[in-house]
């Protein structure tokens, strides 16, 4: 098993950038495929981006808003999967989970190929 802990949360403003990192302990990472979700207020958690295992040399996917803006990215040394969000709006308010499954390929269409959550890290995108 792995547990999870994500972190970097906080309050920016719009056209802000904020660093995310999922940190992970437990079994080898290397073994996870690791995804970014996220669930606004009164909205559906969605995915956002992951990362394949290094078995599939880190293959990366982005849900569409994300595309241009948000960059995932695995440190194994630190155990870490981090997400870089940039040029953030006010609707990428929410909380943000990371999540991991040995899966090899990562999916954003399953959240139940991840059965290993961390509790979310809060980010405020607000003048």
């Known amino acids: 098993d792995v547990q999870l802990q994500a972190s970097g949360g906080g309050l920016v403003q719009p056209g802000g950038s904020l660093r995310l990192s999922c940190a992970a302990s437990?079994?080898?990472?290397?073994?996870?495929?690791v995804a970014w979700f996220r669930q606004a207020p009164g909205k559906e958690r969605e995915a956002v981006s992951c990362?394949?295992?290094?078995?599939?040399?880190?293959?990366?996917t982005y849900a569409d808003f994300a595309k241009g803006r948000f960059t995932i990215a695995r440190d194994n040394a630190k155990r870490t999967v981090d997400l870089q969000l940039t040029r953030l709006n006010p609707e990428d308010t929410a909380l943000y989970y990371c999540a991991a499954g040995q899966i090899g390929f990562c999916t954003l269409g399953s959240r139940s190929a991840y059965p290993y959550w961390g509790p979310g890290t809060l980010v405020t995108v607000s003048s």
């Open positions: 990362i394949s295992s290094r078995s599939r040399n880190d293959y990366v």
């Open positions: 437990g079994s080898t990472f290397d073994d996870y495929a």
